[in-house]
């Protein structure tokens, strides 16, 4: 190991992931460490590859590691939360990445991220309180405030309602506009009014994400990511010095990514669903969207992922519970520990799929190559696990109170576009 990464080591780990692994090598930094990554090398995005299982884990952990590129390994709440739908969660996401870090001798800074922590109404914000905390206690580095449920005054008033209970020295992402695809899409007026909003009280987000035309989950149109719309708000925002957080990746072509990566200021890209369907074995097109037979069902692929046999019980598990397509992420939670009682080589192959596919989007789509070494300098130079904040107050508070914002949002057009569940 090389000087520099043991004196990041030991200066660049928040105290509560030090606490937790007093003994570890693994650089588990703050998300904030990540975004300046991406600034610093320029049209650059880091893979925040949610870790739905063990052997996405793994494997995201392996690809970054030939890439000598940072990454953010994340779970969002519908994933990991108190009613979660997989067996990694948000209490136990740090120990699984921890443990695969030191097992593996994986030696690039790495942050865990809360993804979609969501507010659904104002009721939540209460639990929401006593939750997030025990997270970071957890070794929890960065998270996703996500009320962009609610209506833009909501969403913002939840937003510094909760902000006390975020440590100063995580990484921050805020939402507007749920991902729901071609409906409600964002507006510049709406994320100028979130952020100069919590700008006035203090808070800097590291990331904005938009409902800039993507979904979640398998993408069953060609409409994906909307280039100029993202470019547009995010130099709208570009005083305030926030970056782009690109949700619902799985629905789009490589093209499309490396655009949002050289036309926009996204420095994170969420890769949820494609992951899944790789360590599973399911046939993929180039950017991770599975592909469906004339049945509209998955094509297995033989001697990939998991076993034919074990494919065969999914499959006759999911027909049991009326499971289709999309949901078939509800399974990962009744197959995770069968999964990881298969033998070494299944295991083994499983998270070597993942490997190939998100060392392919690090190197040659997100533009990642190389960036490990540009977070440690940045550690180094600040010489703290908190390298602060990117921007300054410039909107005043007194034309932020409570009583101004639901003014202010009361006059913004807007569409949020159909109601549903669009979670990840």
Not at 205 to 223: K, R, Y
Not at 228 to 250: C, D, M, N, P, R
Not at 273 to 299: H, K, P
């Amino acid at each position: 190991m090389s000087g520099d990464f043991e004196r990041a080591l030991q200066i660049g780990r928040p105290p509560q992931v030090a606490k937790l692994f007093p003994n570890s090598k693994a650089l588990i930094v703050s998300g904030k460490f990540i975004d300046k990554a991406m600034i610093a090398k320029g049209n650059a995005i880091a893979m925040a590859a949610n870790g739905r299982s063990h052997f996405i884990i793994r494997g995201a952990l392996k690809a970054a590691q030939r890439a000598n590129s940072v990454i953010i390994i994340e779970i969002a709440r519908s994933e990991g939360g108190a009613n979660a739908y997989c067996a990694v969660n948000y209490w136990n996401i740090a120990r699984q990445v921890d443990a695969i870090c030191n097992e593996l001798g994986i030696t690039i800074p790495v942050a865990i991220h809360a993804d979609h922590y969501g507010i659904k109404k104002e009721e939540d914000i209460k639990g929401a309180k006593i939750e997030i905390p025990t997270m970071f206690e957890a070794g929890m580095t960065s998270i996703a405030i996500d009320a962009s449920h609610m209506r833009d005054d909501k969403n913002l008033l939840a937003n510094i309602e909760l902000n006390p209970f975020v440590p100063k020295w995580a990484g921050l992402e805020t939402e507007v506009g749920e991902i729901k695809g071609k409906s409600g899409l964002s507006t510049v007026d709406e994320a100028l009014f979130l952020i100069q909003g919590l700008n006035a009280h203090d808070i800097f987000p590291d990331w904005i994400a938009l409902n800039n035309g993507t979904t979640h989950g398998i993408e069953a149109s060609d409409q994906g990511i909307q280039i100029e719309l993202t470019s547009e708000i995010h130099s709208a925002l570009s005083k305030y010095k926030v970056s782009g957080a690109q949700h619902g990746t799985s629905g789009n072509n490589s093209d499309k990514l490396i655009d949002i990566a050289n036309k926009t200021r996204t420095t994170k890209a969420n890769v949820a669903t494609a992951l899944q369907m790789i360590s599973w074995g399911i046939e993929v097109n180039d950017y991770g969207n599975a592909i469906l037979n004339d049945n509209g069902d998955f094509i297995k692929v033989k001697d990939q992922g998991v076993t034919e046999s074990m494919w065969a019980e999914i499959v006759t598990y999911a027909e049991s519970k009326g499971i289709k397509r999309g949901n078939y992420k509800k399974l990962n939670l009744p197959f995770e520990n069968k999964l990881l009682g298969q033998p070494k080589e299944i295991r083994e192959r499983m998270a070597n799929r993942v490997e190939e596919f998100v060392h392919n989007m690090l190197v040659n789509v997100f533009n990642a190559k190389d960036s490990a070494p540009i977070a440690i300098e940045a550690i180094l130079a600040t010489n703290s696990y908190d390298p602060g904040f990117k921007a300054d107050r410039f909107e005043n508070p007194d034309e932020w109170t409570r009583e101004k914002i639901i003014k202010r949002a009361a006059a913004i057009s807007t569409d949020k576009g159909q109601s549903g569940d669009f979670d990840d």
